[in-house]
């Protein structure tokens, strides 16, 4: 039987400096995608580099990503949200495109391999350009650029679902709006829900709920330079109206009216207005850093996360009030847990209020029960949320800011108050890592996928915001094999599967993201590529896979699960998580 065909890699994975210098050897014109660890390259332009290579098809054009944390020669790329592209000629730079502006790109493309042809093949002088990228002089100039605008756009489950979130993205691009972020992922039903909490009310919400988490959507992070209107009223204006029929009837040419079928299933998302946008950014993509800022007290203010708990006595009897309080206060809950914590566990985490003459009250509270600790997001998160707390003392609160949370969930013969706010950035991140610390899961690129597909895969866990800690290609002996899925001994497909786990070399990685768990299985699929295929066709399953055996990845089924993995693996890793405590926080059941 004829063996399939090897899949070519659109873009080569740049990840360290030895393989810049192997890239910049490379004969012809390069075009490197420079993205930020965080963020993973600009997905958005891969159509169009695809379509450029096949319309050309020209062996002098390469395309590649390069990771800006990892190679010290793009150190100064490092912090910038900005898509920016890089090209290079015989070692050299020739060209740099800032943007995800697909017109220009392609145009720069094309102009820079006929300029690149002229130097090999009649002696042509190359003109280098001097990569200065972040000098003090283009600060400058770029500080006196008009400041940029955001907004949150989803290509929604039935669009992607028919296949036309590549076309829409082009269209998007061709209109003139800049990708700045864009992520494949499937909502939960506890997502959609809180993404959408403000139409609550709605009839349709809870179709609205079940149709948004139903399947894959895209997540992108549009822009434009301000001028004479934001992006947010340019981005509703050429997605249409919400009903399909007044945008088949008003805007034919808008997105809804071309591939919207009815109200709910209307293809595309947009924010309302700045704030929702500001939201929603927050909600999706929390690390985002902006441009443009908005100037309070003198201050900048970005979108950021702080932490809220909510004590046990009010958790059990007023959470939905407060909850709706939150909503209401223009927070995004980016992250959500309950959890019992143990005195050790309080005494590590007020440790500076351990001391004092109230600490015992802390601690008989924060241990009576059920706590619920939340990550709030939003533009001024720290202050906006301890304004709204108001005063840590009860009388003082009740006399001063009647109104604010800690006075109106005041409990009666309880002198401490019910809710808690981070003091400043700072101390917002170190409490969120105290309750939501990064995940170690263990991935596997199996046999089956390692020759024809590994560098795609290791090109889309980046993409996706892993960061990679551990990284190993072995071949497994059949011992290692039978120790490492010695859970499925009894079942009747053990033998099958060790001995194609040994068949050839595979590749095990230790994944780090918050959640990495769940969010590596998502992006793995259904175990059973035919079902993938027909609920998450996006998936690594669902693409890769040939059927149950040869399904081109593991991941771990939980975090319990990872960290015997990756010990048998790997060995004992240490990490550097903040929750140092023998007994970790763990989700409460009810």
């Not at 296949?163 to 709006?177: L, S």
């Not at 609205?208 to 204006?237: C, D, N």
């Not at 105290?434 to 690129?445: E, G, N, Y």
Request: hydrophobic fraction near 35%; include cysteine; aromatic fraction near 8%.
């Amino acid at each position: 039987m004829a063996g399939k065909k090897k899949e070519a890699t659109l873009q080569a994975s740049v990840t360290n400096q030895e393989q810049w210098e192997e890239m910049l050897a490379t004969k012809g014109l390069t075009v490197v995608d420079v993205y930020q660890q965080w963020c993973g390259p600009c997905r958005a332009v891969v159509s169009l580099l695809r379509k450029i290579k096949n319309e050309l098809g020209d062996d002098l054009l390469h395309f590649a990503t390069a990771e800006a944390d990892s190679i010290d020669v793009l150190e100064r790329y490092r912090g910038k949200c900005e898509p920016t592209f890089l090209f290079y000629g015989g070692g050299e730079l020739v060209a740099v495109l800032r943007g995800a502006n697909a017109p220009m790109l392609q145009r720069m493309v094309v102009e820079e391999l006929a300029n690149e042809k002229l130097v090999l093949e009649q002696g042509g002088e190359r003109k280098v350009v001097r990569n200065n990228a972040l000098t003090d002089e283009e600060n400058k100039e770029e500080e006196e650029l008009p400041h940029k605008s955001y907004t949150v756009a989803i290509i929604k489950p039935d669009a992607v679902a028919h296949g036309k979130a590549n076309e829409i993205i082009m269209k998007i691009q061709d209109a003139g709006f800049e990708i700045l972020a864009h992520e494949e992922r499937t909502l939960t039903e506890a997502e959609a829900r809180d993404f959408y909490q403000h139409k609550a009310a709605e009839a349709c919400f809870e179709d609205l709920v079940q149709f948004m988490s139903s399947g894959p959507s895209h997540i992108l992070v549009l822009s434009q330079v301000e001028g004479s209107a934001t992006v947010v009223p340019a981005w509703r204006e050429f997605i249409g109206p919400a009903d399909i029929e007044e945008a088949k009837r008003e805007k034919p040419e808008s997105l809804r009216a071309q591939y919207g079928t009815e109200t709910l299933f209307n293809a595309v998302h947009g924010s309302e207005d700045s704030d929702q946008a500001s939201r929603e950014l927050a909600f999706f993509f929390p690390n985002f850093r902006t441009a443009s800022v908005i100037e309070q007290d003198g201050e900048e203010e970005h979108v950021e996360r702080t932490l809220a708990l909510i004590r046990p006595d009010v958790a059990r009897e007023n959470r939905e009030e407060i909850l709706d309080h939150i909503h209401k206060s223009g927070f995004i809950i980016a992250l959500q847990k309950e959890v019992m914590l143990s005195e050790e566990q309080v005494r590590q985490f007020y440790c500076q209020h351990v001391e004092e003459d109230y600490f015992p009250a802390l601690l008989q509270t924060m241990t009576s029960g059920p706590v619920l600790a939340l990550a709030l997001a939003r533009k001024g998160a720290v202050s906006h949320w301890k304004t709204i707390l108001g005063p840590s003392d009860i009388n003082k609160a009740k006399e001063e800011s009647p109104d604010c949370l800690r006075a109106q969930f005041a409990v009666e013969n309880k002198p401490i108050n019910q809710l808690h706010g981070s003091g400043s950035r700072e101390e917002a991140e170190r409490e969120i890592s105290f309750f939501f610390p990064k995940q170690q899961t263990l991935a596997v690129i199996k046999p089956d996928a390692m020759e024809e597909h590994r560098e795609a895969i290791l090109e889309e866990i980046r993409g996706r915001g892993f960061s990679v800690t551990r990284l190993k290609e072995t071949v497994l002996s059949r011992e290692m094999a039978e120790e490492f899925y010695k859970e499925h001994r009894e079942k009747p497909f053990f033998n099958q599967l060790v001995e194609f786990m040994c068949r050839g070399p595979c590749m095990m990685l230790v994944l780090t993201k918050e959640n990495a768990v769940e969010e590596w299985r998502a992006m793995m699929g259904p175990t059973d590529p035919n079902k993938a295929r027909e609920t998450s066709p996006e998936s690594l399953r669902a693409r890769f896979a040939a059927d149950i055996l040869h399904n081109s990845v593991h991941g771990s089924s939980n975090e319990q699960h990872a960290e015997e993995k990756i010990r048998f693996i790997f060995g004992d890793i240490s990490t550097d998580a903040e929750l140092t405590s023998d007994d970790p926080i763990s989700e409460h059941s009810n």
